[in-house]
């Protein structure tokens, strides 16, 4: 596996309170690397989360699904190279023998046990392995690093994906800590995307949720590889509280804002880091939209052009094929006015008032496409919609990759 | 340029009474073979048009829109190698100013003249060569046949495309003819898709217009090469009434339903050469979807299946990856129930009830795979909703052809 050429070096991470780590290899297939992580959590830790919007979810994404409301945590299991997914009757059974398994060894009810699986689709996880995996990795709690984990929770992931960043509420001083795994939210249906987030910050449960909501929408809704969905895809943030501030209960108690913020900024930062290792990816491509008929529209047209791979092929091949760009804008199915659009890549106006600017120089625009990181940005004219997204170029080695994973 | 493994040859072809062709070089490229191509009708020819859904279309398209209402046409012009879209006044005054110098020399109102172009978006066709086009092609009437009209139309297409059907209308024979241009209806943005029939039957436009969007409905609007839907796609019907059967007013007009039988057969064969002609297409992929909610949501799941990159690639490699399936069915946005999906390749059904059926043996799946042509069928278990889509594979080629194709 060829490391991506956007791939970020792993962060230094600290321990964060509340949190103890376990992995262990059950061996859902034929390797002997760790494929089994437990995350054991403070009593009172609170939970949120998001997943797929597949309607051929996992059971694992089910139970996730079913356990939220709770709003209380006490541990996370990831399975890594079966995604459990589509295996009927035999894959709810399993995922729930597995949580249930763990919330006996920790003595906690199930309803908050966490699972997450990713990988193969159609093959139930093999019920004896993942007893005995759970078993393993209960064990080796407390033995295991972020590092460890990251890499347990990978499946084609060419490297391991981490962000941090720190905030302050009142006086205290809290951490937010972000792994995550895979090529893609809109991904490989095997290399399904999966985040976990942990904070020593205590904010009550539904105060999580709605800033984990806001945070995705902007972050993790807002990157695409290949415009594929897969049925796992689950992001979930756990605080425990142990870092002692006051607890954050709405978005109007002190430092709610600076923990949103934080938040975002650490969603945005592992979302970027899933694009740096989409499948084949050599650049990553920032699309902004504006001038739209609402926020909305505008995420329509950008994510109309992040997933045309005609605009992806060229960016690939260092052309600036704006064309392709018009083409993708036109069908967004959002309101456009062609005679009113513009278009930049880089800080260059190439087209405005529908059509090519006189005396468009191509050069500067060449010069931005050869580096790893392309900017497209659009103005459609109209009113006043905004939105951001992220993708990356589409070449062979998505291709190759795709060609045949699975064999 | 390497022909497609899927071309088939070029049919026989009649001459159709009331039809007209000459075909010249205007030299919209540095080539020496003939880019424009001018039909021209005979008086009372019926015209019926479909054209992109785009909302940034060529002048050209803006043209037909505006002039079908008429229901008449006298002439159909083609400029191949730029497709004049995105080039603001200068476009739109040389588009005008060609129908109108065709309208001059065959003195004909200019809205009976119909015309396309396609190439290159974001230039406008050069005054002076689109005029001297036109004018060499008038002089050059009556020389070129269907090969070299299809020639003359094409430009990334790796073989020309056409495909004739006959219909009895009471006791008059009838002859549909079309030719084709593309490599998708949903297409790179150069070789968007052109498609013209001709025909030698009488049939009141209204009526031709009515049977020309439902074929459309189920063939040109039913293909996909890549999702990318271009600025430019056009399909025009012409009838000349020269065969001299009593015109076709209505649905309950005798000869009706086989004329609209034939015609649907037509825009399926020639729909279906544009997939073969797909941009680095080794497969035929054919879609089918039923037990939907509707029809609708039938051709949304079957769309999302064959727009699908991972299920694309996969059969690309031969590989029986149902569970991309399972995860185009569910990104698709339509109501679905995991587990009463049923899933087949070929003649074998693979899953069934939310999960791979017992035993399942790939071998019969495999040997499917092989073969040039490939068969998807699912079955949502919900309701009456059927549908059915053609695709290509995705491979290297896609990649090859379309990372540097403006350079």
Known sequence: MTISPLALPFPALPAIA???IGTACAGY??????DVSLFVLAPGTAVAG???????????????????????????????GNSNAFTGAAGRTVALAQSERLADLLGCPADMVFSASTGVIGVPLPHDKALAGIAAAHAALGTADWLAATMAIGTTDTFPK???????????AVTLLGIVKGSGMIAPDMATMLG???????????????????????????????????????????????????????????GADAFAAA????????ALLVVRDGEGATKLITVSVAGADDDAAAHAIAMSIANSPLVKTAIAGGDANWGRVVMAVGKAGQRADRDRLSIRFGTTLVAADGAVVPGYDEAPVAAHLAGDQVEIAVDIGLGEGRARVWT??????????????RS
Not at 217 to 240: E, G, K, M, P, Y
Not at 263 to 270: E, G, I, N, S
Request: aromatic share 6%; proline share 5%; hydrophobic share 40%.
């Open 18 to 20: 509340g949190v103890t």
């Open 29 to 34: 297939k034929p390797w002997t690397r760790d």
């Open 50 to 80: 998001v997943t797929t919007r597949s309607l051929c979810p996992s059971p694992e994404v089910e139970l996730c699904r079913f356990r939220l409301p709770g709003g209380r945590a006490r541990a996370l299991l990831v399975n890594a």
């Open 162 to 172: 981490a962000a941090i960043v720190k905030a302050m509420i009142g006086d205290t």
């Open 196 to 254: 976990f987030v942990f904070t020593d910050a205590a904010v009550a449960p539904p105060l999580l949720q709605q800033m984990l909501t806001e945070s995705a929408a902007r972050t993790f809704n807002a990157i695409t590889v290949d415009s594929d969905t897969s049925t796992s895809d689950t992001v979930l943030a756990f605080a425990t509280g142990a870092a002692g501030n006051t607890e954050l209960a709405s978005r109007d108690s002190a």
């Open 263 to 270: 938040l975002t900024d650490l969603c945005r930062q592992l």
């Open 392 to 405: 990356c170029d589409l070449t062979h080695g998505y291709i190759s990759i795709n060609a045949d994973y």
